[in-house]
């Protein structure tokens, strides 16, 4: 193509500098490369970590729950579960859990525990409430569960008195398991 009217040309060539005399090229450093393995590390150890975490919260639950949730599974095993609570460990909140819900007829029971720690404050004396075997009857759709408990006395290790008596439970089965209505003394 022939260069535009009007326009000179020069004939010389272009000088070129030899390619010695040219500066070095700078050259920008290398980005670093990140470190990949680390953090692909870090984010196995991190995620096996969590999931043991959320195992463990899951374990410890399950165990609480089971731990914690009373055992209403049999009539004979209610009547047990309910004497440990009441005349035991006299503890009325967990006693509580085994029984009927409304109409209950426990005064003899109550009774007893009355008794017991009437005898503990006059006489200084430590009563112990045992039972032997639990044996079961089916009465007009009620369970009646007999035992009897021995009731009995020390001081400083000596052994004061000891009586037995037999009781009957009458258990009911609800739709949240087995509750005891009511007990007597035989």
């Known amino acids: 193509m022939p260069p535009p ?16 005399e040219l500066a070095p090229p700078t050259v920008a450093p290398a980005p670093q490369r990140p470190r990949r ?14 999931a043991m975490c959320l195992g463990g919260g899951v374990v410890g639950y399950l165990v609480y729950d089971r731990a914690t949730t009373p055992d209403r599974s049999a009539p004979d095993v209610v009547v047990d579960n309910y004497l440990r609570a009441f005349l035991v460990d006299r503890n009325d909140v967990r006693a509580d859990l085994f029984i009927c ?4 007829d426990l005064s003899a029971v ?10 503990e404050a006059d006489f200084g ?5 045992s ?15 007999t035992t ?3 009731i009995s006395s020390s001081s400083d290790g000596i052994s004061r008195s000891s009586r037995r008596e037999e009781w009957a439970f009458e258990v009911s089965d609800t739709a ?5 209505c009511s007990g007597r003394v035989v």
């Open 5 to 20: 009217a009007g326009s000179q040309v020069s004939r010389v060539p272009a000088q070129r500098t030899p390619p010695e």
């Open 37 to 50: 393995r680390v953090r692909t590390v870090l984010a196995v150890v991190a995620g096996v970590l969590a």
């Open 101 to 104: 819900e409304g109409a209950s």
């Open 110 to 119: 109550h009774q007893l525990r009355d008794e017991i720690l009437q005898r």
């Open 125 to 129: 004396v430590v009563v112990r409430v």
């Open 131 to 145: 039972w032997g075997t639990l044996f079961q009857s089916d009465t007009a759709g009620q369970q009646l569960i």
């Open 148 to 150: 009897t408990l021995t």
């Open 176 to 180: 949240s398991g087995w509750r005891v």
